[in-house]
């Protein structure tokens, strides 16, 4: 049995995935160090403005942590895994033979058991 699949480079999704992620990392970091701050000028002036920014950057924190997800489900479908596990046809399939291989033996010495 062939698998069919589209037309693409395998090489060049890796790497955007790969570009993906490098992305996301500098966003988050970039933007944790910006809440920090914020959040320790918010502490001494406590003014609404600067307490509105730090949420805002909250807010795109969790925004960014939810497209990552994204991208791992994506990641993870292209990869073959469902639930976490990817399976393995063709141990599946050497487990198939091996069965078939044993009852045709069988067969030949008078019957299954």
């Known amino acids: ?9 395998e090489g060049a999704a890796d790497e955007i995935f790969a570009v993906a992620e490098r992305h996301f990392e500098r966003s988050l970091l970039a933007l944790d160090a910006l809440v920090t701050e914020v959040e320790a000028r918010a502490a001494t ?4 403005e600067i307490r509105r920014a730090a949420q805002d950057m909250r807010a795109a924190m969790q925004a960014l942590f939810e497209e990552r997800k994204k991208l791992e489900t994506v990641r993870n479908k292209e990869a073959g895994l469902v639930h976490g596990f990817a399976f393995d046809l063709h141990a599946a399939r050497a487990e198939v033979g091996g069965l078939l ?12 058991s």
């Open 101 to 112: 291989d044993r009852l045709r033996a069988a067969r030949g010495a008078g019957g299954v």
């Open 1 to 9: 049995m062939a698998l069919i699949t589209p037309f693409r480079d």
């Open 45 to 48: 002036a406590g003014g609404p």
